[in-house]
Nanobody, 130 residues
Framework: QMQLVESGGGLVQAGDSLTLTCTAS????????IGWFRQAPGKEREFVGAINKNGGITDYTESVKGRFTISGNNDRDGMNKVILQMNNLKPEDTAVYYCAADANARSAAVPRDRSSYDYWGQGTQVTVSS
């Protein structure tokens, strides 16, 4: 059973940066696409971004483009880690952030649909104050 653990959340001010790490219990490089999602109170869980199996392709939701960067899932930075670098954080980024692994994604796929993902972490809280 794959296990995913998110770390790095916290309380920051608007304009600050945070780095979230998703650590898997086994190798994800070349085997799993990894997605990041977030869920704010009273809202549905939404797609933030994803990286493909080999770490070369990423996709982001429009509201975080230019501010968030996903890296990892390669053979240089650790075959079981994916990083979500969040810069210029805004209060509307406040949410619990989850990483998820898709075992059936095609090589170049960066799935946006929650139902594509087979494994989920427990989440880490990110709070951005104004």
């Amino acid at each position: 059973q794959m296990q995913l653990v998110e770390s790095g959340g916290g309380l920051v001010q608007a304009g600050d940066s945070l780095t979230l790490t998703c650590t898997a219990s086994r190798r994800t490089f070349s085997r799993y696409a990894i997605g990041w999602f977030r869920q704010a109170p009273g809202k549905e869980r939404e797609f933030v971004g994803a990286i493909n199996k080999n770490g070369g392709i990423t996709d982001y939701t429009e509201s975080v483009k230019g501010r968030f960067t996903i890296s990892g899932n390669n053979d240089r930075d650790g075959m079981n880690k994916v990083i979500l670098q969040m810069n210029n954080l805004k209060p509307e980024d406040t949410a619990v952030y989850y990483c998820a692994a898709d075992a059936n994604a095609r090589s170049a796929a960066v799935p946006r649909d929650r139902s594509s993902y087979d494994y989920w972490g427990q989440g880490t809280q990110v709070t951005v104050s104004s």
